[in-house]
């Protein structure tokens, strides 16, 4: 019986980390398939990718990491963006994504916003589990490492997911912009700004702490 080929991209910062995903898996002699992998380090070649595979048959797995080249600009994008695009232009690709990121917050505002098939944090990697994730998110999806089934677990007693206006207000403190000047990049009064910064303080258990405090933490949950 012949093997399925199945195409998997991975998007990943660290080429290295790609090469050791594509060196594991197309070595891997799975009994129905066989694997080719592309890899890519940005979020725009990556969506370009994606879309051109659109035209000739979408991958079957994407595996994405949540920060791409260095913190979020307005230019550029997220894996998080990048599972929610591929979600939109082809939505039978399997997603997974594969972060350093093990906070409970990031990874159910990632469960929210793009619902993947899998999440591995990468301290739990190794061949067994790429093997594993690669069988279970083809057959029976979704696939979970230990820490991220233990944060998607864990009740939140607040909604996580932050929407385009809270992304920009943190991306803009975290350029220096004040936050008076805020209301130039963002359809909020001053008011509805000032209320979702406190908001944003309280989800993060800063409540009472000062802007910066807010710009780290967000930065240490990978918002921006």
Do not use: W
């Amino acid at each position: 019986m012949e093997k399925k080929t199945i195409r998997i991209l991975a998007v990943d910062d660290h080429e290295m980390t790609t090469l050791g995903y594509k060196f594991i898996l197309e070595d891997t002699d799975f009994e129905k398939y066989t694997i080719r992998m592309d890899t890519e380090k940005n979020f725009d070649a990556a969506k370009q990718r994606i879309l051109e595979s659109v035209k000739y048959g979408p991958y079957d797995i994407l595996l994405l990491d949540i920060q791409l080249s260095g913190p979020m600009d307005e230019t550029s994008g997220t894996g998080e963006d990048l599972g929610i695009y591929a979600r939109e232009v082809c939505p039978k690709t399997r997603i997974v994504f594969m972060s350093s990121f093990s906070d409970n917050y990031r990874i159910n505002s990632i469960l929210q916003s793009v619902d993947p098939d899998g999440y591995m944090v990468k301290t739990e990697i190794d061949q067994k589990s790429l093997q594993a994730m690669v069988r279970t998110v083809l057959e029976q999806p979704p696939y979970y490492t230990q820490k991220a089934l233990a944060a998607i677990r864990k009740k939140m007693a607040n909604d996580i997911s932050l929407d385009e206006n809270d992304r920009k207000i943190l991306y803009h403190l975290s350029i220096g912009t004040k936050t008076k000047d805020i209301t130039q990049y963002v359809s909020l009064s001053l008011p509805s700004i000032e209320n979702r910064k406190r908001h944003l303080k309280s989800i993060f258990g800063i409540d009472k702490q000062n802007d910066q405090a807010l710009i780290t933490e967000s930065r240490r949950r990978g918002f921006i």
